[in-house]
């Protein structure tokens, strides 16, 4: 979408600092032995006491008020009796509708005890997260985005998975503009306009390219034993830089 008024930006900043809330109250939450279903449930009551309605549930009819990936699943795990173990890398999406607007966060979070390699490919997915962020502008190329993400994950040693990428939200959880890969793609030209809201969430791997289909018809994988971080803002792109939503 395409922010027109001061009215806009202000519900969409009310339910971007929601969606950021729960997301940390979540990761906070973590402890080994607790359900993703458990951890869900934390997420769906912080949502609801802040008048939010759960956006993959209400877009897609998900079977759960948040999204929870563990280790070699990448996005889209559904909350259910797995329960969680010290070491686990663990993804927490949270992305709610409020005052008729939509925001979108996520963020990797890490059981203890913590390996070094957990580490370091969390602090490099965030770091191409904040060079991605810092690209935005009005009259810039969308795939500047890219550029940013696929550099820190090179200069680090890390892959992309290319076929998981941002994506515009505002007045649903997915819509214009489409698909922006999180790799530098010079055939797209498409220019960031004052006012457009979208997400940033770059996916760094040890070693995966693609994430595919589980057999649940939600959840997306990579081999076992390979990690993938993520971390997503939702912002809104001006003159003088990005508004960021959910912070």
């Known amino acids: 979408m395409t922010i027109d008024s001061q009215e806009q930006l202000e519900r969409l900043i009310r339910v971007g600092g929601v969606v950021a809330a729960v997301c940390r109250l979540m990761g906070s939450r973590l402890e080994p032995g607790m359900t993703t279903k458990e ?5 769906r009551a912080a949502l609801e006491q802040e008048g939010c309605r759960s956006a993959p ?92 993400i696929e550099q820190t994950a090179n200069d680090h040693g890390y892959t992309v998975i290319r076929n998981l990428g941002s994506h515009g939200v505002g007045h649903s959880l997915h819509e214009e503009p489409g698909f922006i890969p999180g790799f530098y793609d010079p055939r797209d030209k498409r220019v960031m306009q004052e006012g457009m809201v979208f997400t940033i969430e770059p996916f760094l791997s040890t070693g995966a390219e693609h994430a595919d289909d589980h057999d649940d018809g939600w959840t997306l994988i990579t081999e076992p034993g390979i990690m993938t971080a993520q971390y997503e803002h939702t912002l809104v792109v001006t003159k003088r830089g990005p508004i960021v939503v959910t912070l």
């Open 39 to 43: 951890l869900d449930d934390i997420g």
């Open 57 to 148: 549930q209400l877009m897609y009819d998900f079977p759960g008020a948040t999204c929870i990936s563990i280790n070699h699943a990448v996005a889209h795990g559904i909350p259910d009796d797995t329960r969680i173990q010290p070491g686990d890398m663990v993804n927490i999406d949270v992305s709610a509708e409020r005052e008729g607007m939509f925001a979108d966060t996520g963020a990797s979070f890490i059981v203890p005890p913590v390996r070094p390699e957990q580490k370091h490919l969390c602090q490099t997915t965030r770091k191409a997260l904040n060079r991605a962020v810092q690209a935005v502008r009005t009259g810039q190329k969308l795939n500047a985005i890219g550029r940013a």
